[in-house]
């Protein structure tokens, strides 16, 4: 932090003054979608920086994943109908008070992707509808704004009654959040967490064809429909308990998922055909964001198997999914399953070395990893026929199974 006083900062002292002029957890006038990127402002928290911009506009190509806050005051040269506009890279909302307190602000205008500096119309929505301010009258403005990767910035500007085109406001139209002196206003940044490395992570290098590690989407005809379904249902954004994997995940019978977990409100983002890369892809492509389920059950990795990946890489690969897994959604605990026995002679003789690496990366905390191989089997140690539908997927009976030998370690991870 530089010696700036974070409008973040100020906010909370004047809540502790009075009751409650802002939301801290950054409350808008209009509602979002709970899965909104806006959940990663943190504005309950002091940003990592603070930076003093001379205009309305943040420099560009500064740093990738992270999200930030311009706010402060405008002051009008004049009185009469301006008109607003707004450009990001990537997401950015734009929020316009009648007075200068910021419990009155409004949604104005709003870019759903990214924009280039001076283009405000990409998107119908980048501009504002004309709004009645009078001259030098002190308005609080507010622009949020989230960056993916790639190029970033956000600026906003304004059509000033009498001009032809929307320009950047400038300095001495603006003063930052609780001060006076014009001049300049206060963008607050607040970087993605660090994900710490994933214990028992293999340390090998891919040389197989096939990279487990390496995001690319499913190959299978239904991929598309599904991983837009599951969109919609990271958008909803209703469930405490998220399954998360291939085909063997896409199985599971609705009123099995019920019985087993339905107390914790579940959903499924099982896709058939899926390796650990198109689960990366998914999860790149915006599945789980800004959800805060309490628990992942992962399944992953038999169809690496089927790719020509060993062990080791198939582990890789899983361990690459939960690094992508704890950058999302941080305070989720998982819920490791150990790859599942099939009929398959090269695969069973692969499956518990792949195990073997997955069980080292329970950290007895956030995550654990749960192998109920031993449920599937006879007492002569053979995979019992009736818990498969195939060489692969399990049958109804063999969902039973894995509700029942589940429910005692997702009881505890829920508490």
């Known amino acids: 932090m530089n010696k ?16 409650s002029v802002f939301a801290s957890a950054i409350l808008m006038s209009v509602p979002f ?25 943040s420099p560009a190509e500064v740093a990738d994943r992270y999200s930030s806050r ?59 509808k004309p709004i ?22 956000v600026g906003v500007g304004w059509l000033v009654p009498g001009s032809s085109a929307i320009e950047i406001i400038p300095g001495a139209n603006l003063s930052p959040f609780g001060a006076e002196k014009r001049g300049k206003i206060i963008q607050e940044v607040w970087s993605d967490p660090v994900v710490p490395p994933i214990k028992g992570t293999p340390n090998i290098k891919v040389t197989s064809k096939n990279d487990p590690t390496k995001p690319v989407p499913g190959g299978v005809r239904w991929f598309w429909n599904n991983h837009q379904g599951n969109l919609q249902k990271t958008k909803a954004d209703n469930f405490d308990v ?12 609705g009123d099995l998922m019920k019985k087993y977990s339905g107390k914790y409100r579940p959903a499924n983002f099982g896709i058939g055909g899926d390796r650990t890369e198109n689960v990366l892809f998914r999860l790149n492509g ?17 169809n690496n198997l089927s790719m020509g990946n060993n062990p080791g890489e198939v582990a890789l690969g899983v361990s690459t999914v939960i690094t992508k897994l704890r950058a999302v959604v941080p305070n989720t ?9 099939t009929k398959l002679a090269a695969h069973n003789a692969r499956i518990p070395q792949v195990n073997a690496y997955l069980a080292k990366m329970d950290d007895g905390k956030m995550i654990r990893f749960l192998n109920i191989n031993a449920t599937f089997m006879d007492k002569g140690g053979k995979l019992r026929n009736e818990l498969m539908k195939d060489d692969v997927h399990l049958s109804r009976n063999g969902y039973v199974i894995w509700g029942q030998s589940m429910a005692l370690l997702l009881d505890e991870m829920l508490k």
Not at 4 to 13: E, G, K, N, T
Not at 96 to 118: C, M, R, Y
Request: glycine share 6%; with cysteine.
């Open 4 to 19: 700036l006083m974070s409008p973040s900062l100020l906010f909370r002292v004047r809540e502790a003054a009075r009751v």
């Open 33 to 57: 979608a709970s899965a909104d990127w806006t959940r990663s402002i943190r504005s309950e928290t002091e940003p990592d920086k603070a930076i003093a911009l001379t205009s309305f506009q």
């Open 70 to 128: 311009v706010c402060g005051y405008i002051y009008p040269p004049k009185t009469g109908d301006y008109v607003f506009g707004i450009t990001s890279d990537d997401q950015s909302k734009l929020f316009l008070s009648t007075s200068s307190e910021p419990e009155d602000k409004k949604l104005i205008a709003s870019a759903s992707e990214w924009a280039e500096v001076g283009n405000y119309s990409k998107f119908p929505t980048q501009r504002s």
């Open 132 to 153: 009645r301010l009078l001259a030098d009258k002190k308005y609080y403005i507010e622009a949020i704004h989230r960056e993916n990767t790639g190029g970033d910035h």
């Open 242 to 253: 998220c399954f998360l994997g291939d085909s063997i995940t896409s199985g599971w019978p």
């Open 286 to 302: 915006g599945e789980l964001a800004w959800t805060n389920p309490k628990v992942i059950v992962l399944l992953l990795g038999v």
């Open 333 to 341: 605990k998982i819920l490791l399953m150990g790859v599942f026995p």
